[in-house]
């Protein structure tokens, strides 16, 4: 019999690359989704028939306890979170409720119904914010920025403890950032091919930004997806930096977005004052040579093609008619 796999945030993007490479290794995966949401199943079309949905909440001992009983799971995902930066300065007590405390009771799910499931746990290198050093390690210190990155530092500490404490298997990957067609349309990468397609399309005429010189180590959801599969069939849990190495900033990726489709982004991007945040992450750069040497891991995608892929992707969906539209 295959193994299972019990995955929050199942919906996003992250959730349902995890679920499709998880259904090609022949696992049952089990999906949490809120029982007062519409659940947008957009993203796990291709196996949405294949996962099996339970109804729990991040923010819900309980439910997250019987979801456990109910699906028994050699392994747990968890992706569940407040994911936007931006909105965690005025949400802040959801963004630690759910990115923070979430985690705890995952933890505590896992160590009431079996603890010997195995955890993976979403870090992120938020936590890293004001940077202590270029690049960025397992093993350098967190300097977070922002609510979010925060609540993010601690669900990595608790993590970490619960393993400690209990023995647990149970691992955190700080992925830096990862995006993919199915990036969210809040994020600025998807928000920037979004608008490329638009504006090409006559649909909008300007983008508004807030900081385009902040720079990130931007890698393809996809890839990270397999390295998160791969800590969990390691013997011992361990933390792991994904990432591609490479650093580039907002603005290197209007000017391959923008030219993919024959424009030139300065004549359309307008700087939005609004936009930029109360402490700015200004540059990350992430090393993963411990994932490549032990967990033999790599990223497949570089730059400029997952930049081109976003574009075209959303080049597609505008041409089809579908319209989304982002007004912040
Ligand atoms: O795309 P972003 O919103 O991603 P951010 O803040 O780096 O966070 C993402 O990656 C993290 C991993 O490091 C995850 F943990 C987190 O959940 C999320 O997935 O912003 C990227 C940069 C920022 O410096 C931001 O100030 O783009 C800058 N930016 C400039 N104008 C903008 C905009 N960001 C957004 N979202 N929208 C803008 O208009």
Same mark, same amino acid.
């Given at each position: 019999?295959?193994?299972?796999?019990?995955?929050?945030?199942?919906?996003?993007?992250?959730?349902?690359?995890?679920?499709?490479?998880?259904?090609?290794?022949?696992?049952?995966?089990?999906?949490?989704?809120?029982?007062?949401?519409n659940?947008?199943?957009?993203h796990?079309?291709?196996?949405?028939?294949?996962?099996?949905?339970?109804?729990?909440?991040?923010l819900?001992?309980?439910?997250?306890?019987?979801?456990?009983?109910?699906?028994q799971?050699?392994e *747990?995902?968890?992706?569940a979170?407040?994911?936007?930066?931006?909105a965690?300065?005025?949400?802040p007590v959801?963004?630690?409720?759910?990115?923070?405390?979430?985690?705890?009771?995952?933890l505590?799910?896992?160590?009431?119904?079996?603890?010997?499931?195995?955890?993976y746990?979403?870090s992120s290198?938020?936590?890293?914010?004001?940077?202590?050093?270029?690049p960025?390690?397992?093993?350098?210190?967190?300097?977070?920025?922002?609510?979010?990155?925060?609540?993010?530092?601690?669900?990595?500490?608790?993590?970490?403890?619960?393993?400690?404490?209990?023995?647990?298997?149970?691992?955190?990957?700080?992925?830096?950032?990862?995006?993919?067609p199915?990036?969210?349309?809040?994020?600025v990468?998807? /928000?920037?091919?979004?608008?490329?397609?638009?504006?090409?399309?006559?649909?909008? /005429?300007?983008l508004?930004?807030?900081?385009?010189?902040?720079?990130?180590?931007?890698?393809?959801?996809?890839?990270?997806?397999?390295?998160?599969?791969?800590?969990?069939?390691?013997?011992?849990?361990?933390?792991?930096v994904?990432a591609?190495?490479?650093?580039?900033?907002?603005?290197?990726?209007?000017?391959?977005?923008?030219?993919?489709?024959?424009?030139?982004?300065?004549?359309?991007v307008?700087?939005?004052q609004?936009?930029?945040?109360?402490?700015?992450?200004?540059?990350? *750069?992430?090393?993963?040579?411990?994932?490549?040497?032990?967990?033999?891991?790599?990223?497949? *995608?570089?730059?400029?093609?997952?930049?081109e892929?976003?574009?075209?992707?959303?080049?597609?969906?505008?041409?089809?008619?579908?319209n989304?539209w982002?007004?912040?």
């Amino acid at each position: 019999m295959g193994k299972s796999a019990f995955i929050t945030g199942v919906t996003g993007q992250d959730g349902s690359y995890l679920a499709e490479l998880l259904i090609e290794k022949g696992y049952n995966v089990t999906g949490l989704v809120r029982r007062n949401s519409n659940p947008n199943l957009e993203h796990l079309k291709a196996v949405r028939e294949r996962v099996r949905f339970v109804h729990g909440d991040i923010l819900d001992q309980r439910s997250l306890i019987v979801a456990l009983e109910e699906s028994q799971p050699d392994e *747990v995902y968890n992706f569940a979170a407040q994911s936007f930066v931006g909105a965690s300065w005025t949400q802040p007590v959801l963004t630690g409720e759910a990115t923070a405390l979430g985690v705890t009771r995952i933890l505590e799910a896992i160590r009431t119904v079996n603890p010997k499931i195995r955890l993976y746990q979403a870090s992120s290198s938020e936590m890293y914010g004001k940077v202590r050093e270029v690049p960025q390690t397992e093993r350098t210190p967190f300097h977070p920025r922002s609510p979010y990155g925060v609540a993010k530092a601690y669900g990595h500490y608790i993590t970490v403890n619960y393993r400690e404490s209990f023995q647990m298997h149970a691992s955190s990957g700080i992925c830096f950032n990862h995006e993919s067609p199915r990036r969210g349309l809040e994020f600025v990468t998807r /928000k920037i091919s979004n608008a490329v397609a638009r504006i090409k399309h006559c649909q909008q /005429k300007e983008l508004k930004l807030g900081n385009i010189e902040a720079s990130r180590d931007w890698g393809y959801a996809g890839d990270y997806v397999k390295a998160m599969w791969l800590m969990l069939q390691q013997t011992e849990p361990d933390d792991y930096v994904i990432a591609t190495g490479e650093t580039h900033s907002v603005r290197e990726f209007l000017e391959i977005a923008f030219s993919r489709v024959g424009l030139n982004w300065q004549d359309h991007v307008k700087f939005d004052q609004n936009l930029m945040r109360p402490a700015e992450v200004d540059h990350l *750069v992430g090393d993963a040579s411990l994932a490549r040497e032990k967990l033999g891991w790599k990223p497949t *995608v570089t730059f400029q093609r997952l930049v081109e892929s976003m574009v075209d992707a959303d080049m597609e969906r505008v041409g089809r008619g579908e319209n989304h539209w982002i007004s912040w």
